[in-house]
């Protein structure tokens, strides 16, 4: 199983920043890829960025040059870094991440999402 905790929502004005994180705890396995996805208002839920358990990282055409994701392997915690937020980032953003187990196909968890409403 892998529990997620997600915390650093809020409001915030048109160009401000905001940073998110998600601390995994897991059991019977490993935490690979984790993630970042949103979900607006009337849309699909979609990538925002993700990074694998080697660093290597994805993101969003939307987000680039903008957000940045990182991860602290030792406590299983992922962070997105948020500059220069528009009204068009506001959504329930949620974290995912893989659990790996030796033999058996890798499962995906999602947290419960946090609120990011970018607004004057």
């Known amino acids: 199983q892998v529990q997620l905790v997600e915390s650093g929502g809020g409001l915030v004005q048109p160009g401000g920043s905001l940073r998110l994180s998600c601390a995994a705890s897991?059991?019977?396995?490993?935490?690979?890829?984790m993630g970042w996805y949103r979900q607006g208002s009337g849309w699909q839920r979609e990538m925002v960025a993700v990074?694998?358990?080697?660093?290597?990282?994805n993101y969003a055409d939307s987000v680039k040059d903008r957000f940045t994701i990182s991860r602290d392997s030792a406590s299983n915690t992922v962070y997105l870094q948020m500059l220069r937020l528009k009204p068009e980032d506001t959504a329930v953003y949620y974290c995912k991440a893989s659990r790996i187990r030796l033999g058996r196909r890798p499962d995906d968890y999602w947290g419960q999402g946090t609120q990011v409403t970018v607004s004057s």
């Open positions: 897991v059991s019977g396995g490993s935490i690979g890829t």
């Open positions: 990074i694998t358990s080697g660093g290597a990282t």
